[in-house]
């Protein structure tokens, strides 16, 4: 009997070692990934791609020490993509050199440097609906050693760039109590639709993703430069205690800087998106999988319960996976990254679901998605989790970097607030 039931053992393993039959997961779908530019140089993070096609990138010196500007190492914190493949410092390499550097070595410890007219650690870049790029500059950079120095007061602002003239034509300074020195502005969305404020300029919505628990969302009247914070603390914009996620299986530790211990991942709200109608605003924090949503009317407001019907207005919409940056197209879908899922999905409000968007083994950390004006969403993928923030605290990034493309689904489009 024995004997018998070990012939049938090698007998069942003869058979399966020739079948080849066993399904696994094809890794791949939706529309094919198209690479668009490859960045070869300085660490990526912002995309917005304009109605004629132009291209703009920034790379925080926040996240990376290497793209941290001494004052002699020329490096560039936002850039023009051309045509032919090359990153320009834009609007000028002026603006992108600020003297003596990003950093103020004066105070102890050191501080981001106070200039308004100059750019220290620029999060995101973002084309509004008249086409008028907005750099979003934290005010923050990394020392060598990695780390995060505190903002000075000049330092976290949004600069309004006119693209036709190539210069800067609105400086929006935030104040101490808006952007903390520990703030961590992270990504803006627009709507000029006059209607919207007082002002009849538009406004302005930022993320707080401070790894310090300064989360929240800042609303910002174009008009007046006026500014005020929304959802400050609330668990919604806050990471979740205990949240780890994995890439491409492994699972993501914190190393808040140097010489400290691990943490799971403590980054707050990152990711926003308007809906095509501006009237409600998603969000959703990098340490956490939910999908958020506040009516934009409870953002605006200014009478004395406003923060109370803010809060009691606030929707848990889904569970998207692990994103940063989110995006809108025509169809109304809200588009974001699933990064434990090698894969960007969107959620469609009008049937409260997620849908899987494309999938590719190359995915490993969607940073900014832009909906453009030919029927593309554009996206950068920087490898962000193999970089030095994460345990082992080597930094396993590879160059290049890219920017991805891919048809939207149902014809979508760039929607445009105004
Ligand atoms: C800066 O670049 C060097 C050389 O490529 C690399 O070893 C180091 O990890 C980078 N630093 C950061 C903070 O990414
Ligand atoms: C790329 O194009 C820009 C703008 O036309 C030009 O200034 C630059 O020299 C070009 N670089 C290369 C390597 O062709
Ligand atoms: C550096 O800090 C000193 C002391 O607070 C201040 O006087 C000076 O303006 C700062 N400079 C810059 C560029 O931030
Ligand atoms: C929700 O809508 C999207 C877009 O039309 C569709 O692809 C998806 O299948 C829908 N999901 C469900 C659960 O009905
Ligand atoms: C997309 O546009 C094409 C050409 O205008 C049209 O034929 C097609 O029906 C549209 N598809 C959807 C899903 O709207």
Avoid: C
Avoid at 145 to 162: E, F, H, I, Q
Avoid at 251 to 280: F, H
Avoid at 325 to 332: I, L, M, P, R, Y
Avoid at 400 to 417: D, K, Q, T, Y
């Amino acid at each position: 009997m024995l004997s018998f039931s070990i012939l049938n053992l090698g007998l069942s393993l003869a058979a399966l070692s020739s079948a080849q039959q066993i399904r696994s997961d094809p890794g791949v779908a939706g529309p094919p990934l198209e690479i668009v530019h490859l960045y070869n140089d300085q660490w990526p993070t912002g995309i917005t791609v304009s109605r004629s096609g132009r291209k703009f990138s920034n790379y925080p010196s926040g996240l990376d020490a290497n793209n941290t500007n001494t004052g002699t190492n020329n490096k560039h914190a936002v850039a023009e993509i051309l045509p032919n493949g090359t990153e320009a410092a834009y609007p000028n390499s002026e603006i992108n050199n600020p003297p003596g550097g990003a950093i103020n070595y004066t105070t102890s410890p050191p501080t981001g440097a106070n200039y308004q007219n100059y750019l220290i650690g620029v999060q995101s870049v973002v084309l509004d609906a008249q086409d008028r790029l907005w750099i979003l500059d934290t005010g923050r950079a990394l020392l060598p050693d990695g780390t995060l120095v505190n903002a000075s007061p000049g330092g976290p602002k949004l600069v309004g760039v006119n693209i036709q003239t190539n210069t800067v034509f609105q400086t929006i300074v935030f104040p101490p109590t808006v952007a903390y020195p520990d703030s961590y502005l992270n990504d803006v969305r627009f709507d000029l639709r006059p209607s919207v404020t007082p002002s009849g300029a538009g406004v302005a919505y930022i993320t707080d993703s401070s790894n310090a628990g300064r989360n929240g969302i800042i609303v910002v009247d174009l008009g007046t430069s006026e500014s005020w914070r929304r959802l400050d603390g609330v668990v919604e914009t806050r990471p979740e205690r205990g949240f780890v996620p994995y890439v491409w299986g492994q699972p993501l530790y914190y190393l808040p800087g140097p010489d400290q211990p691990l943490t799971t991942v403590p980054l707050g709200s990152d990711g926003i998106a308007l809906s095509a109608d501006g009237a409600t605003l998603f969000f959703g924090p990098v340490g956490g999988r939910g999908l958020y949503s506040v009516p934009t009317a409870r953002l605006r407001d200014h009478s004395p319960t406003a923060e109370l019907r803010a809060q009691a207005a606030l929707n848990n919409r889904a569970q998207r996976g692990v994103s940063d940056g989110f995006e809108t197209d025509t169809n109304g879908f809200v588009y974001m990254g699933n990064m434990e899922q090698n894969e960007i999905g969107f959620h469609n409000p009008a049937n409260a679901s997620m849908t899987l968007f494309v999938r590719d083994p190359r995915i490993s950390w969607v940073d900014t998605m832009s909906v453009a004006s030919d029927g593309h969403l554009y996206f950068t993928d920087n490898q962000l989790a193999f970089s030095s923030a994460f345990y082992p605290g080597e930094d396993r990034r590879e160059r290049p970097f890219v920017l991805f493309r891919a048809p939207l689904p149902g014809n979508g489009s760039r929607v445009f607030l105004k």
